[in-house]
């Protein structure tokens, strides 16, 4: 696979360029122009202690933080399409896949590498997850620094709680459904630990990162399988008798861990599944 990132993507934005392909999307005249005021006539300056720069005024770019800014890059970049039916592009604002790498850009070679980081996530060109979860352990000791701090200092356990949710359990947890599943023994303890450790600091019971992949695996699934917009939706089709849905063959251990075979099993493990919408009734191969 081909991986793309566009450097200063949202800073590269030309207002103009864009009102024109969102004129030719069909956007209202009105929000258009809403959406030129905003990115035009924007004035920055930078604080440190008491000093404070003099005052720029930017004409191009995007809000950086912004949660407009994606949208309007992907909106922008709606016509990078591919030129041939046999390639796909996979795109999620400033990060675009294609399946086909071509070996060469501009006369240039592509650099083949044996990991990548893709939308925060250590993928290796043999599926393994041992880089992802030595990248998470790390982050994740840091923030542990951090929370050694707020005891130290004394605050109280739902607050150090609060602060293990959003800093920590963010890092262990990200994207779990994609990976969890496929990860050995060791990467699975190397992560519990780091849950087990603010257990001890904070004095109260956290979930396990089992118990939340469980939930999180379930959850998506359901997803997937009552939207039949989603492109894996085909997967998740019922058996004749409309009480299962179809099981993969898996004759390796790498397809039984992965998402689809894992989600497939999780929906078949609670007592009914859930209706699916009448747009989704009858099954796909």
């Known amino acids: 696979m081909l991986f793309i990132d566009f450097s200063s ?10 009102i024109h392909k969102l004129v030719e999307l069909g956007l209202n005249t009105s929000l258009c ?42 909106l922008l970049t709606h016509d990078c399409t591919p030129s041939h039916n046999s390639n796909l592009f996979i795109k999620f604002a400033d990060d675009t896949t294609t399946q086909h790498a071509p070996l060469t850009i501009n006369g240039a070679t592509v650099e083949r590498v044996s990991s990548t980081k893709f939308l925060g996530v250590h993928i290796t060109e043999d599926l393994s997850w041992t880089d992802n979860t030595a990248a998470l352990a790390k982050k994740s000791q840091q923030r542990l620094y951090l929370l050694r701090k707020l005891r130290r200092a004394r605050a109280p356990p739902p607050i150090m709680y609060t602060f293990y949710r959003g800093t920590i359990e963010s890092i262990l947890t990200s ?25 001890k600091i904070i004095g109260v019971s ?26 894996s939706h085909s997967f998740f089709s019922l058996l004749p008798s409309g009480r299962r849905l179809r099981s993969l063959q898996a004759r390796t251990s790498r397809l039984k861990d992965s998402f689809i075979h894992q989600a497939v099993r999780k929906l078949n493990s609670l007592p009914n599944l859930p209706p699916r ?7 796909t191969e």
Request: glycine letters at 8%.
């Open 9 to 18: 993507a949202f800073n590269t934005i030309i207002p103009q360029q864009l």
């Open 33 to 74: 122009n809403w959406l030129l005021d905003f990115l035009t006539g924007r004035p920055q300056a930078v604080r440190v202690g008491s000093n404070t720069s003099s005052t720029i005024t930017l004409n191009t770019g995007a809000p950086q933080g912004c949660v407009l800014s994606p949208l309007l890059f992907t």
């Open 175 to 199: 994207c779990i459904t994609v990976w969890y599943g496929a990860c050995n023994a060791s990467c699975r303890k190397t992560l519990q630990r780091i849950v087990r450790a603010a257990e």
């Open 206 to 231: 956290l979930p396990s990162l089992q118990d939340i992949y469980g939930t999180r695996l379930t959850r998506k699934a359901l997803c997937i399988a009552g939207d039949p917009t989603h492109p």
């Open 277 to 283: 919408p009448s747009s989704a009734s009858g099954t």
